[in-house]
């Protein structure tokens, strides 16, 4: 199809590699690359889209407060996008960088950096997917996709299209497919919730219910899998319904990012604890401290 | 999958579509996932006015997206927080039911969570002033029950009245009669129940697993593919309408013996936030046996698994301290 100028112009300027955008997530020099597809897979409650957030303000916030400034696209399928959790982790973010400017502008200029789609039906995404290609054309600093969840279709397209799996998968596969030629063609990075749909039968083995369930076309796609857990709350039955800082401490949730992106295949291992102000990883010794308590 | 009809979009006409299909090309999203050039050579028909076609159908089926400060501004002044009733839960739900969200109670048989819901739709029908939807698929509602949590706030026959006016009920036993029912709301009937009292804030279902639990297991798929479908209606209904959806839930024992809510792990996903409600064993002993236990398992909002315990015969006053209200007679029938 041919482009006019401004279209390969914007195409091809550079936009911004988001390599580092959470180092304490991926293993060195590991990070998504232009052009990575990052899962995130979980069980419900296990942090997948705190983490989302947490990405998406260290994308909107400006330098000073220690983001990236650059666009984000929030496409939210299950209608979970909880706008004002999201201002109160912005604001106490700002407010920590306790930037001299008016907080109000800053808040406005940082939610302006952010566009959310609302989509009901794996049609409908696959449509909104081609009209993102506009918008991609028309904003440089657009770098990030982030959809939440993949897999909300699933069941419901599984239904729908008769017996054979191929048909049923179509739609996600041709979404996958379309996302695979904006990642080439634009060089943005996509991060995917994805909610596993098994729980493990054994608690401790969970081989099974980590498999990726959703079609080939989109388990190509990924390059980067983060497999989100949350680790027993600690042994405190004396202190239940008592102080409310004990028990957020010892709510930890467990993150393992496997690539098989390049040549190296990596894996690593971090943990975090949601406050007020989002998410808060762990270092290793405190991880250890915590540990020594239970 | 929205089929392409003649007199969809300006230029497509009969002959036209005729082509289309002729090369394969059915559906809105087959023309705007396929080359436009080709297709145009194929079809006959300028590569101008076929690119104008897509591009229209595009804008009309697809999501805009909104900016993130016009979509905050929006719900700045459009969430509200209804408290529930009862102290004891308001705490637990960070001071009560967010419209826009959906709300999930789970518990096992004589927990409490129709009673909640009661005393729930009671509280917001009479305190509040707005209209409830309760939809009942047990079979477990009586107005008698709800008068007579009526008659405890007030004396007053008209405003008991009003308030059960504003409680509008909906008895369906089947998931495909929920699914039409809960799209008949979405479609108009919101507005219809508006009319004469306040605005619907509240839609409760109690409960959506008694109709659900029954299509699930086995090999058939439809279940689950049903289950999200309600879901998905329940949630575009409390984000577009601004109501807040409370849904009770059945419970079951898990691998490891625990209790858990029932409808599986694809549905732990939809609620925003769970509460688990117990009996509290040691009331039989001191004679309480309306007391419940609250303990709430998932929350994006306030630490998991704090509890909270209280008693379903006084709905409006906590543990602590009861105002002067009357006791409610056992003896009512």
Redesign the interface.
Same mark, same amino acid.
């Given at each position: 199809?041919s482009e006019s100028g401004a279209q390969l112009l914007a195409r091809l300027e550079a936009r911004r590699c988001l390599k580092d955008i959470e180092p304490r997530l991926f293993p060195e020099d590991g990070g998504p690359d232009q052009g990575a597809v990052v899962e995130l897979f979980g069980? *419900?409650?296990t942090g997948k #889209?705190?983490l989302l957030y947490h990405l998406l303000c260290r994308c =909107?916030l400006p330098e000073a407060a220690g983001g990236l400034e650059v666009d984000v696209? &929030?496409v939210d399928t !299950?209608? @979970?996008l !909880?706008?004002? +959790?999201l =201002?109160s982790i912005l604001d106490s973010k700002l407010s920590a960088a306790l930037l001299a400017g008016a907080d109000e502008a800053a808040l406005?200029s940082?939610?302006? $950096?952010?566009? /959310? /789609? +609302?989509?009901?039906s794996s049609?409908?995404l696959?449509? #909104?997917l081609? &009209?993102?290609e506009t #918008?991609l054309s028309s904003r440089p600093a657009l770098a990030l996709i982030l959809i939440d @969840?993949i897999s909300? &279709?699933y069941? /419901?397209d $599984?239904? *729908?299209d008769g017996v054979s799996y191929t048909k049923q998968e179509e739609?996600l596969s041709?979404c996958a497919e379309?996302l695979g030629r904006l990642l080439r063609d634009y060089r943005i990075t996509v991060f995917a919730t994805c +909610?596993?749909? $098994?729980?493990p039968? /054994? %608690?401790s083995s969970s081989s099974d219910s980590e498999r990726s369930y959703l079609c080939r076309s989109w388990q190509r796609l990924v390059t980067h899998r983060l497999l989100c857990s949350r680790q027993k %709350?600690g042994n405190n039955v004396a202190g239940?319904?008592g102080d !409310?800082q004990e028990?957020?401490r010892h709510?930890i949730f467990t993150v393992h990012c496997t690539t098989s992106s390049s040549m190296v295949k990596a894996s690593w291992s971090s943990s975090f604890c949601v406050t007020e102000a989002g998410v808060e990883f762990l270092l290793e010794s405190e991880e250890n401290k915590c540990a020594a308590r239970q | 999958m929205v089929v392409l009809r003649e007199g969809m979009c300006p230029g497509l006409d009969e002959d036209l579509l005729r082509d289309l299909r002729a090369a394969d090309i059915k559906t809105v999203e087959d023309l705007v996932s396929s080359d436009i050039e080709g297709l145009a050579q194929k079809c006959s028909v300028s590569y101008k006015a076929l690119f104008a076609i897509r591009r229209v159908l595009l804008a009309q089926h697809t999501a805009f997206p909104v900016s993130g400060a016009d979509l905050y501004e929006e719900l700045l002044s459009s969430t509200a927080i209804l408290s529930t009733g009862n102290p004891s839960l308001d705490k637990l739900l960070d001071s009560g039911l967010y419209t826009g969200e959906i709300t999930e109670l789970s518990g096992g048989p004589g927990s409490g969570k129709s009673q909640v819901c009661f005393g729930v739709a009671v509280h917001i029908s009479y305190q509040l002033k707005q209209s409830v939807i309760y939809i009942d698929t047990t079979g477990g509602l009586a107005a008698s029950r709800l008068l007579q949590m009526l008659q405890a706030e007030t004396s007053n026959t008209e405003e008991q009245m009003e308030a059960l006016q504003r409680i509008h009920v909906f008895r369906l036993f089947d998931v495909y009669a929920l699914l039409g029912c809960l799209y008949s709301l979405r479609s108009g009937g919101l507005q219809q129940a508006s009319v004469g009292g306040g605005s619907v804030k509240a839609v409760i279902v109690d409960s959506v697993s008694a109709v659900i639990s029954p299509l699930l297991g086995g090999k058939q798929n439809e279940g689950m593919s049903l289950m999200i479908q309600v879901a998905g209606v329940l949630k575009t209904m409390a984000k577009d309408f601004n109501v807040a959806a409370l849904v009770t839930n059945h419970v079951t024992r898990s691998g490891s013996g625990e209790v858990q809510p029932g409808l599986g792990v694809s549905w732990s996903h939809i609620p925003r936030t769970r509460i688990l409600l117990e009996r509290v064993e040691k009331a039989v002993a001191v004679s309480r046996p309306s007391l419940r236990s609250a303990k709430l398992i998932k929350s994006s909002r306030q630490p998991c698994h704090i509890k909270e315990e209280f008693d379903l015969q006084w709905w409006s006053r906590s543990e602590k301290g009861s105002s002067g209200k009357r006791k409610l007679d056992e003896t009512d029938s």
């Amino acid at each position: 199809m041919s482009e006019s100028g401004a279209q390969l112009l914007a195409r091809l300027e550079a936009r911004r590699c988001l390599k580092d955008i959470e180092p304490r997530l991926f293993p060195e020099d590991g990070g998504p690359d232009q052009g990575a597809v990052v899962e995130l897979f979980g069980l *419900e409650g296990t942090g997948k #889209t705190e983490l989302l957030y947490h990405l998406l303000c260290r994308c =909107v916030l400006p330098e000073a407060a220690g983001g990236l400034e650059v666009d984000v696209v &929030f496409v939210d399928t !299950d209608y @979970s996008l !909880d706008m004002l +959790h999201l =201002v109160s982790i912005l604001d106490s973010k700002l407010s920590a960088a306790l930037l001299a400017g008016a907080d109000e502008a800053a808040l406005r200029s940082c939610l302006s $950096r952010l566009l /959310v /789609v +609302h989509c009901y039906s794996s049609s409908q995404l696959l449509l #909104t997917l081609h &009209f993102l290609e506009t #918008t991609l054309s028309s904003r440089p600093a657009l770098a990030l996709i982030l959809i939440d @969840s993949i897999s909300a &279709f699933y069941w /419901v397209d $599984r239904c *729908e299209d008769g017996v054979s799996y191929t048909k049923q998968e179509e739609k996600l596969s041709r979404c996958a497919e379309l996302l695979g030629r904006l990642l080439r063609d634009y060089r943005i990075t996509v991060f995917a919730t994805c +909610h596993a749909i $098994r729980r493990p039968a /054994v %608690p401790s083995s969970s081989s099974d219910s980590e498999r990726s369930y959703l079609c080939r076309s989109w388990q190509r796609l990924v390059t980067h899998r983060l497999l989100c857990s949350r680790q027993k %709350p600690g042994n405190n039955v004396a202190g239940e319904g008592g102080d !409310d800082q004990e028990q957020r401490r010892h709510q930890i949730f467990t993150v393992h990012c496997t690539t098989s992106s390049s040549m190296v295949k990596a894996s690593w291992s971090s943990s975090f604890c949601v406050t007020e102000a989002g998410v808060e990883f762990l270092l290793e010794s405190e991880e250890n401290k915590c540990a020594a308590r239970q | 999958m929205v089929v392409l009809r003649e007199g969809m979009c300006p230029g497509l006409d009969e002959d036209l579509l005729r082509d289309l299909r002729a090369a394969d090309i059915k559906t809105v999203e087959d023309l705007v996932s396929s080359d436009i050039e080709g297709l145009a050579q194929k079809c006959s028909v300028s590569y101008k006015a076929l690119f104008a076609i897509r591009r229209v159908l595009l804008a009309q089926h697809t999501a805009f997206p909104v900016s993130g400060a016009d979509l905050y501004e929006e719900l700045l002044s459009s969430t509200a927080i209804l408290s529930t009733g009862n102290p004891s839960l308001d705490k637990l739900l960070d001071s009560g039911l967010y419209t826009g969200e959906i709300t999930e109670l789970s518990g096992g048989p004589g927990s409490g969570k129709s009673q909640v819901c009661f005393g729930v739709a009671v509280h917001i029908s009479y305190q509040l002033k707005q209209s409830v939807i309760y939809i009942d698929t047990t079979g477990g509602l009586a107005a008698s029950r709800l008068l007579q949590m009526l008659q405890a706030e007030t004396s007053n026959t008209e405003e008991q009245m009003e308030a059960l006016q504003r409680i509008h009920v909906f008895r369906l036993f089947d998931v495909y009669a929920l699914l039409g029912c809960l799209y008949s709301l979405r479609s108009g009937g919101l507005q219809q129940a508006s009319v004469g009292g306040g605005s619907v804030k509240a839609v409760i279902v109690d409960s959506v697993s008694a109709v659900i639990s029954p299509l699930l297991g086995g090999k058939q798929n439809e279940g689950m593919s049903l289950m999200i479908q309600v879901a998905g209606v329940l949630k575009t209904m409390a984000k577009d309408f601004n109501v807040a959806a409370l849904v009770t839930n059945h419970v079951t024992r898990s691998g490891s013996g625990e209790v858990q809510p029932g409808l599986g792990v694809s549905w732990s996903h939809i609620p925003r936030t769970r509460i688990l409600l117990e009996r509290v064993e040691k009331a039989v002993a001191v004679s309480r046996p309306s007391l419940r236990s609250a303990k709430l398992i998932k929350s994006s909002r306030q630490p998991c698994h704090i509890k909270e315990e209280f008693d379903l015969q006084w709905w409006s006053r906590s543990e602590k301290g009861s105002s002067g209200k009357r006791k409610l007679d056992e003896t009512d029938s």
